[in-house]
């Protein structure tokens, strides 16, 4: 992974963190010190991008299914914690969708003002419903603040995997453009969104987004509701059939 500052004052992160971006610790220590090295530049605004045909596949499953419940607050907490300095970011943040951006990897792009995905096979979506997993507070909240209510029902109930076209009807995502054009649309869209007034966008963003702030902190039994669906009988079943299907590719 690494930060770079291009035209416009546009700082870019580009995630390549392992096979498809899988979210381990190592992930989440890489992504909180790059927006550590952000606060020091002097940036406009953020794209944060993939690699390859990922934008980042969610959790490292085969790395965490074995953790103790101690072991799997400590992690999700951190995962929680990164995430939410994402969605608090004051700088404009563009999530450019260049690939598969599922479960975890649809959590990262929510944290993002906009959202452009590229056109083509790639999915997204939260499909945790699926695995018989609950959505932490850090995930419940950044949908309410994100999302029309309709479109609750197919993206979190549901957890449906989505296409690009489907995504942007939902509003999931915001627009999506030709994957030759990603990186230069992503740049100038967010460029135009920074404007000139930086401080009254970060302003207007810490007021939108300071009820579900609030509401992320304060509760701490949704992180116990997720863990206990993690641990339950169904959902270990499912994550180790995950598991196999990923150790056999």
Not at 7 to 32: M, S, T
Not at 38 to 50: E, K, N, P
Not at 51 to 73: E, K, N, Q, T, W
Not at 170 to 194: K, N, Q, T
């Amino acid at each position: 992974m690494k930060l770079e500052i291009g035209e416009a004052g546009v700082a870019v992160f580009r995630l390549q963190g392992g096979k498809a971006n899988a979210i381990d610790q190592a992930f989440i220590d890489r992504l909180g010190g790059l927006l550590d090295e952000l606060q020091q530049t002097d940036a406009r605004a953020l794209v944060i991008t993939g690699y390859d045909r990922y934008f980042s596949a969610g959790l490292a499953l085969p790395a965490l299914v074995g953790l103790d419940r101690r072991a799997m607050h400590r992690f999700i907490t951190a995962f929680d914690d990164v995430m939410l300095r994402l969605f608090q970011c004051p700088l404009p943040t563009l999530a450019a969708i260049n690939g598969h951006a599922i479960a975890g990897g649809c959590v990262l792009a929510l944290q993002a003002d906009y959202r452009m995905m590229a056109d083509g096979p790639a999915q997204i979506g939260l499909s945790e419903a699926q695995l018989g997993i609950a959505l932490p507070p850090i995930v419940i909240e950044t949908l309410r603040s994100q999302m029309p209510p309709a479109s609750l029902i197919p993206v979190a109930y549901e957890g449906r995997l989505l296409g690009p076209s489907v995504a942007v009807l939902l509003g999931l995502v915001h627009e999506v453009v030709p994957a030759a054009e990603l990186g230069a649309r992503a740049v100038e869209r967010v460029a135009r969104l920074a404007g000139a007034k930086g401080q009254a966008f970060a302003a207007i963003k810490h007021e939108l987004r300071q009820p579900a702030v609030a509401a992320i902190r304060q509760n701490s039994e949704g992180v116990e509701r997720w863990l206990d669906c993690w641990f339950s009988d169904e959902g270990q079943a499912a994550i180790e059939q995950v598991v196999r299907k990923i150790s056999k590719r």
